[in-house]
Every structure is written in C-alpha cells, then in structure tokens.
C-alpha cells in the first residue's frame, strides 16, 4: 500500500509539474500527450506481441510440465495459462496459484508438485532478468544513470548465489538434508543446468521481442529510443511491474524516473503499455474460460 501511494504521488508531482511550465491544466496537458499517439499501429504491434507471449508463456509452463512432473500437451495447457491471466490481472503469482489448483483438479498432480514448479518458474524468471540486465550493462553501461552501476555487483552477487542454491540441491554433501528434501523444492532436486540453461533460451525471443516493440511503440508516443537503449532498462522495467501495485504503479514510475524530460508521453506510454499487456491477456483468458470450465466441472 505505502508503495502504491509513493509511486501514484510521484507520478502527480512530474505531470503536475509538467503541465504547469506549459501553463495547462494536469488533464489538459495529458489530452494533448493522448492526442498526438499513433493509435492503429500501436495496437496492432501490442496485439501480435501479446500474442506471441501467450504462445512462448504457454511452452514455457508446458515444458517445465514435462521435465518435472508429467507428459502434457501443450493445448491442454493453453486453457489454464490463459485463465490464469484474468486472475493475475490483481497479482501474477496469485495466477500462478490458480494454474496450480486447475492441474490439481484436472490432472491430479499433487499440489505441492506444482507449487514446487511455480516456484522454479519464479525463480528462473528472475535470473533471467537479471542475466539480461547485466548484458544491457555490458553493451551500453556508459549512457545509463550512475546507479544502474549496482547491476554489475547485483549480478556477481546472483552468480554466486545461483551456483551454490544448484549445489545445495544437486550436490552431493546435502542429501539427507530437510531443507533440501522438503516437498517445495521437488523441482530444483530434479533440475540440472540444462533445465536451467533451456529456460532462458525459451524466455529470451521475448526479451528481444519486448526491445523492439517498447522501442517503436515509444516512437508511436513521440520518443525516440533506440532499441540498444532499452537492453539494459527493459529487465529493471520488468522487475518493477511485478510488483504488485494497482495498474502497474512502479512500472509507470520507472518510466518516468528514466525519461524525466519526457514526463507526460513517458506516464501515457507506461500506464497504456502495461495495462494493454495485462488487459489483452485477461481477453485472451476469457476467450479461454468456457473450456477450462468444462475441463474442471464438466458441462456445468
């Protein structure tokens, strides 16, 4: 809650400010950042990257399925990964959670199982993120803020913590461990580097996708960004908008704190860019919700 009210005055504060030195009210200000956005083409490319999303999400989950717990089909997994996203509208790892009790239900695979893939997904998810970050870093450290300097040590810190969680859970010093061996980390006692290593190669078109489409969807706001730019900012971007704040709070912030001389076309791109993701996904999941239904109760 105190984040949410940080990040929402923040926001005020900028576009207040902003729209004062343009001697304009705060909505007739935004009406003109609104008015000036390239609608039809910016929806178009948000629609089909969406899109692709929702296919690589889907092998992702399916995959990860396979390798752990059981042999499913990936359209068998469409419906529930798509559900899945009217729920995460709210919160993404409450999604997570509903996925687990429709596989529980329907394919009675215990829910600690999924629970213990979930939990490899999450954390797979931020490692991935990180290892973008710090090529970002490395290609185009030199044009960020100072404080992206912290992405270098963040990422020795990950390096180090990543290679002894694998061990913990691999090696062979830890077998009779209870930790090690508690229910919630079936997953990580089954995964080697390969599951790893598979993860981000199968997440990674989406990064580079992601690049492309914020940095000419920026252009359809009147901000030009290179694309070698965003490499570094699109991973922190990313980390933002899973925290859960109402319409993407801290994403929209983060925009803003990186772009301070764009305030309005930054807050509009922000708000529209990740409420459309979020939006699109949960009309995919209603698309959806009539077989995942059928899959859980049958024909009521």
Not at 252 to 270: K, V, Y
Request: proline share 4%; hydrophobic share 55%; net charge neutral.
């Amino acid at each position: 809650m105190g984040i949410t009210v940080v990040c929402f005055y923040y926001i005020y504060y900028r576009l207040n400010g902003a729209a004062l030195r343009e001697d304009q009210s705060l909505i007739e200000y935004m009406l003109v950042v609104f008015s000036a956005v390239n609608w039809i083409p910016w929806i178009l490319m948000m629609t089909a990257y969406c899109l692709l999303y929702f296919f690589i999400d889907t092998l992702i989950i399916t995959r990860a399925l396979n390798w752990f717990i059981k042999d499913i089909k990936y359209t068998d997994i469409m419906p529930i990964r798509a559900s899945a996203y009217i729920i995460s509208m709210f919160n993404e790892q409450i999604g997570k959670g509903a996925m687990a009790y429709y596989l529980n239900k329907r394919d009675q695979v215990p829910g600690w199982e999924v629970a213990s893939l979930m939990l490899f997904i999450m954390f797979c998810e931020i490692f991935y993120l990180l290892v973008w970050a710090t090529i970002g870093f490395t290609v185009g450290g030199q044009d960020l803020p100072e404080v992206f300097g912290l992405v270098q040590y963040i990422a020795m810190g990950g390096a180090i913590f990543f290679v002894l969680w694998v061990f913990f859970f691999r090696g062979p010093l830890f077998q009779d461990n209870k930790i090690r061996n508690l229910e919630i980390f079936h997953a990580f006692r089954l995964a080697k580097l390969k599951h790893y290593g598979a993860f981000f190669l199968l997440r990674s078109p989406l990064l580079i996708a992601a690049i492309f489409v914020y940095s000419t969807a920026l252009g359809f706001f009147g901000v030009e960004v290179s694309s070698m730019t965003l490499l570094p900012l699109l991973p922190v971007i990313f980390f933002a908008a899973t925290v859960p704040t109402p319409m993407r709070a801290a994403a929209i912030t983060s925009w803003i704190i990186l772009f301070p001389e764009n305030e309005g076309q930054m807050a509009a791109f922000g708000f529209l860019q990740h409420n459309f993701f979020i939006l699109f996904n949960a009309v995919i999941g209603l698309m959806f919700l009539p077989r995942a239904n059928k899959d859980l109760f049958g024909n009521k």
